[in-house]
Nanobody
Framework: QVHLVESGGGLIQPGGSLRLSCTAS????????LGWYRQAPGKERELVAS???????DYADSVKGRFTIARDNALNTVYLQSNSLKPEDTAVYYC??????????????WGQGTQVTVSS
């Protein structure tokens, strides 16, 4: 009933820029929080950044000062941006959302994942 669609991944040189987008659609009553996770080969999935309906944000230590999470409530879209990518940012990035589909029903949703490769 709820779908998250991601875009913006690809091959980027070190020091380059990234802008990932994730749009939620379907039976949405209220979006409580949105976030981005990533998983590198052989590693566990980790939180990159998240934001809740009150505007608070949380960032992994490895990306603080380099990444920014932002949301457009009118478009049900969350973004992840950086202008200073490092090779260690290489991973599959997943959009995540905590969404109510009516006043008493909620669930956690995941996007399909988008590959980000930072290399010369």
């Amino acid at each position: 009933q709820v779908h998250l669609v991601e875009s913006g991944g690809g091959l980027i040189q070190p020091g380059g820029s990234l802008r990932l987008s994730c749009t939620a659609s379907g039976s949405i009553y209220r979006i409580i929080s949105l976030g981005w996770y990533r998983q590198a080969p052989g590693k566990e999935r980790e939180l990159v950044a998240s934001t809740n309906s009150g505007g608070s944000t949380d960032y992994a230590d490895s990306v603080k000062g380099r990444f920014t999470i932002a949301r457009d409530n009118a478009l049900n879209t969350v973004y992840l941006q950086s202008n200073s990518l490092k090779p260690e940012d290489t991973a599959v990035y997943y959009c995540n959302a905590y969404i109510y589909t009516d006043y008493r029903s909620w669930d956690i949703y995941w996007g399909q994942g988008t590959q980000v490769t930072v290399s010369s």
